[in-house]
């Protein structure tokens, strides 16, 4: 938030446009700048150029602006052509100084406005690329300076002039002529790309195999069609110049299609991640690559280079997207008419995250670990989506998540058949939680935490995971012990009590578990000597600089931000993308060694999780109405239990006898809706234990 601040305006600011010798200098008025949220555009019409806009004889050279402004960081300021080219000049730059002051922007100056220091003087180097008016449009016409104050209601500001310069030395754009990374082009063909909904696009892939090298003019490989793309919307989505995109594979028709990428398996859903806060570019891909190595699923990537509407915008993941499928979330496929049976016990994919509006998910009625400032958990409709899921579907996911939490707060929650476990696979939530504390992942738990869950017939456990959002783990972030390698990830409330998402009260109550505390040491000595071993990391990290040597450093010339800290870098920022990569090990050595000697728990005493002998069939139907039906699976009498959530007995009945013989069992007419343990004991001491739904 920003504070009370009074504008002050300087008394006289003049516009300077260096000599240009066989130049031509059009210069505009000024105007106030809009503090409502609206945008400034001011017009200069030009005339008498003798010839149309090129890179190699004439054209565009530079553009230059006087603007006062109390917090000057607000401001989204470009140059808009003729035909409708928008080149950023800058954004999100200068923090709360006040002035650019005689500042011009030119496509050669050495070094670009994001490295330099407010208030701006003196000559820099776009944000965006004013070779890209240069293309051969006729320059005579109406010019506009396009000026935003994106943080309305609150400061003041003014253009005070400005100018736009033509001459025979034009801006040329960077071009990217190879690659040994996968070039993706896209061509949105004029449409700008919103963050709410997909438009209709062109994307083409050029791959031509490892060890290959990649040219944007090669054929197009591996896809070459239709796609709808947007904006990827997070938090973090408007701090960042270079944005993170969604894209969906079309067919003529505008329908999704499925196709294999860059050696992924065929979906039609995917995501090029940014990574630009991860100046390493690999915090992300890291932590997939570990969890799979885990066995567990995690998306898989490829880094590639991106090619926009013939703009160059660096270095991406290109990602599958958590969503349900056979090469995805193994779940069952749900239909909206499946609202009963065993059918409408599954899948489900939801995720712990922000409220994101009328039925978009539903709030858990227990608190998180910390909620002194009221704050609650949200869980996101993932699969089925929002407009999709159908209310019988939404009572049931609700009513089983409930369940499970209302076990884990129960004083048995660590009972193996009537606690939590009943409820969930907490092997994944192990799993989960040992990749979230070895990368010290500040959203990790609450924000972008996925769940998942299959039908009863299919195992029907909630499941932790998959593994999704770690570009500020792995120690880059500044913010609540994010850098710290000592400290719990889980205790977030502990050090940022404040913060509006905080974490489940299930990673606390874990801990007071010893059979799940004795799992995690367990695990961790499974794996700390090989999947999460230093040495296995580093090489990791190692081979990813190695293939990214030649497009970080084109990288960093489109986003010239090496060395310079953008949200949420800790402090001392490396200078070199070396540094960087030295950075998330170094990280990484000591949060393992804080790991190592930290983690409780004794590994080799009984977990208390061994598999009960049958004393019966799965009873059926499931979810039931009124009847129980099952089979007897041994020659002992079987008494029957019916549990709550709580572990009450609300019905017992029995003995029934006979193996393989049928039994039928009517339940309490006055029985609530909800998910029940039906328990068959045999005399022995043998027992069975099914998770129904009422």
């Not at 004889?57 to 230059?64: A, D, S």
């Not at 590639?304 to 958590?322: A, K, S």
């Not at 999709?388 to 884990?408: G, H, K, M, P, R």
């Not at 004083?411 to 907490?426: K, L, S, V």
């Amino acid at each position: 938030m920003h504070g009370t601040r009074i504008f002050q305006p300087l008394a006289t600011i003049l516009l300077f446009t260096p000599f240009l010798a066989g130049a031509q200098t059009f210069t505009g008025a000024g105007a106030a700048i809009p503090d409502n949220g609206n945008t400034l555009n001011i017009p200069l019409g030009v005339t008498g150029l003798a010839a149309n806009l090129d890179v190699a004889n004439f054209g565009l050279e530079q553009v230059c602006v006087s603007i006062t402004h109390s917090w000057l960081s607000d401001l989204h300021v470009s140059l808009v052509a003729p035909d409708g080219t928008v080149v950023l000049l800058a954004s999100e730059q200068g923090g709360n100084s006040d002035h650019f002051s005689n500042t011009c922007f030119r496509q050669d100056a050495p070094v670009s406005i994001m490295q330099g220091a407010p208030p701006y003087s003196g000559t820099f180097r776009p944000q965006g690329d004013l070779g890209f008016i240069n293309n051969g449009q006729n320059g005579n016409g109406e010019w506009h300076l396009r000026v935003l104050d994106t943080y309305p209601f609150s400061d003041q500001g003014s253009v005070i002039a400005w100018s736009i310069t033509f001459g025979n030395n034009p801006a040329a754009p960077f071009v990217l002529t190879s690659s040994n990374l996968p070039i993706v082009v896209i061509n949105t063909n004029g449409q700008s790309i919103p963050n709410d909904v997909k438009i209709t696009a062109q994307m083409g892939i050029v791959d031509n195999g490892t060890g290959s090298v990649n040219h944007p003019s090669d054929p197009y490989t591996d896809y070459d069609g239709t796609i709808g793309i947007e904006v990827r919307g997070n938090s973090s989505d408007g701090m960042s110049p270079k944005k993170s995109y969604s894209v969906e594979l079309r067919d003529a028709f505008g329908q999704d299609l499925d196709a294999p990428l860059l050696g992924m398996p065929s979906e039609s859903d995917w995501v090029l991640l940014a990574n630009y806060f991860d100046k390493s570019l690999m915090n992300n891909s890291l932590s997939f690559h570990l969890a799979r190595a885990m066995g567990r699923y995690a998306p898989r990537t490829r880094d590639v280079e991106v090619i926009l509407n013939g703009e160059y915008i660096g270095v991406y993941n290109f990602v599958e997207r958590i969503k349900r499928g056979p090469n995805r979330v193994p779940i069952a496929k749900l239909q909206p008419d499946e609202t009963v049976g065993d059918d409408l016990t599954g899948g489900y994919i939801l995720s712990v995250d922000r409220y994101d509006g009328p039925g978009s998910g539903f709030t858990s009625p227990y608190p998180p670990a910390e909620d002194g400032e009221g704050q609650t958990t949200f869980f996101q409709y993932r699969y089925p989506k929002p407009d999709n899921i159908a209310a019988q579907q939404q009572v049931y996911i609700q009513a089983y998540v409930d369940s499970f939490e209302t076990a884990l707060a129960s004083p048995g929650f660590a009972d193996p058949a009537t606690g939590y476990r009943a409820f969930a696979n907490d092997s994944s939530f192990i799993d989960l939680l040992l990749l979230n504390e070895i990368s010290r992942n500040v959203d990790g738990y609450r924000l972008s935490t996925y769940l998942y869950k299959d039908k009863y017939s299919n195992g029907g456990k909630l499941h932790a995971g998959p593994a999704w959002d770690y570009d500020i783990a792995w120690g880059n972030a500044n913010y609540c012990s994010g850098s710290d390698p000592a400290g719990w990830a889980y205790d977030f409330g502990d050090v940022c009590p404040i913060d509006g998402e905080q974490v489940p009260f299930w990673w606390k109550r874990f801990q007071e578990d010893s059979n799940f505390v004795n799992s995690v040491r367990c695990r961790w000595n499974e794996l700390r000597g090989n999947v999460l071993s230093p040495a296995n990391i580093a090489a990791y990290c190692d081979s990813v600089a190695i293939l990214l040597s030649g497009a970080q450093q084109r990288n960093f010339y489109r986003w010239p931000i090496l060395g310079i800290p953008v949200w949420p870098n800790p402090m001392p920022v490396p200078t070199t993308y070396a540094g960087e990569v030295q950075e998330l090990k170094d990280f990484m050595n000591a949060r393992w060694a804080w790991l190592d000697a930290n983690l409780p728990g004794t590994c080799g005493v009984s977990t208390g999780m061994a598999t009960t002998t049958p004393t019966m069939a799965a009873p059926y139907p499931n979810p039931f109405s009124r009847e129980v039906h099952f089979r007897t699976a041994t020659d002992e009498p079987v008494m029957v239990g019916v549990l709550d959530a709580l572990g009450r007995t609300v019905h017992a009945a029995g003995p029934f006898s006979g193996r393989g013989v049928a039994h039928r069992l009517e339940m309490p007419a006055d029985l609530a809706p909800g998910t029940y343990l039906f328990r068959a004991t045999g005399s022995s001491g043998t027992r069975s234990t099914f998770r129904l739904q009422h």
